[in-house]
Antibody, heavy 115, light 107 residues
Framework: EVQLVESGGGFVQPGGSLRLSCAAS????????MNWVRQAPGKGLEWVSY????????YYAESVKGRFTISRDNGRNSLYLQMNSLRDEDTAVYYC????????WGQGTLVTVSS | EIVLTQSPDFQSVTPKEKVTIVCRAS??????LHWYQQKADQSPKLFIK???QSLSGVPSRFSGSGSGTDFTLTINSLEAEDAATYYC?????????FGQGTKVEIK
């Protein structure tokens, strides 16, 4: 069964940092590009970042550029999102998704940024 | 940035009725348009990819059409389990963007 499981969310003060992880199973992780997509409470979906299969190509939404870093470890079948300089508006459920069409989603991990 | 505008924002529908959701892109995105269903307190699920390609396991009453800037998600003969918010998403240009969502409620 194809599965993505996010972890690492939590409560953090503005300016703080968190590192999200996404553990992939049930498919050949290195064959797929990956994304992070977030959803603020009661709001719609927002694409955050993309990483290619090898990790050589990376893109970010303007709202997180310079603060967030996406990475992957194909040997560990894992995707990561390092989030620094967090702001109130980064509060959201963060999903990892597979492939350009987001054909598989994790259950999400909640990040709350508040003083 | 490509803006995706969905209409309507909300639709209250009786079972067996036909539902049509429109997604309009601010620029030509070819067929790089995908549809997701998100039920309350669940993760989104891909329902239609590349404008019209159905996914395994998705009921046949769901279909997608369109290309360029105008796209449609159709639900023929709505069932109670279809109550959800539906989002369109474009992967043609960066940044990737989503529509604002259409909430479908069962009367």
């Amino acid at each position: 069964e194809v599965q993505l499981v996010e972890s690492g969310g939590g409560f953090v003060q503005p300016g703080g940092s968190l590192r999200l992880s996404c553990a992939a199973s049930g498919f050949t992780f290195s064959d797929y590009s990956m994304n992070w997509v977030r959803q603020a409470p009661g709001k719609g979906l927002e694409w955050v970042s993309y990483i290619s299969r090898s990790g050589s190509t990376i893109y970010y939404a303007e709202s997180v550029k310079g603060r967030f870093t996406i990475s992957r470890d194909n040997g560990r079948n894992s995707l990561y999102l390092q989030m620094n300089s967090l702001r109130d508006e980064d509060t959201a459920v963060y999903y990892c998704t597979r492939d350009t069409v987001n054909d598989c989603w994790g259950q999400g991990t909640l990040v709350t940024v508040s003083s | 940035e490509i803006v995706l505008t969905q209409s309507p924002d909300f639709q209250s529908v009786t079972p067996k009725e036909k539902v049509t959701i429109v997604c309009r892109a601010s620029q030509n995105i070819g067929s790089s348009l995908h549809w997701y269903q998100q039920k309350a307190d669940q993760s989104p699920k891909l329902f239609i990819k590349h404008a019209s390609q159905s996914l395994s396991g998705v009921p046949s009453r769901f279909s997608g059409s369109g290309s360029g800037t105008d796209f449609t998600l159709t639900i023929n003969s709505l069932e109670a389990e279809d109550a959800a918010t539906y989002y369109c998403h474009q992967s043609s240009n960066l940044p990737k963007t989503f529509g604002q969502g259409t909430k479908v409620e069962i009367k």
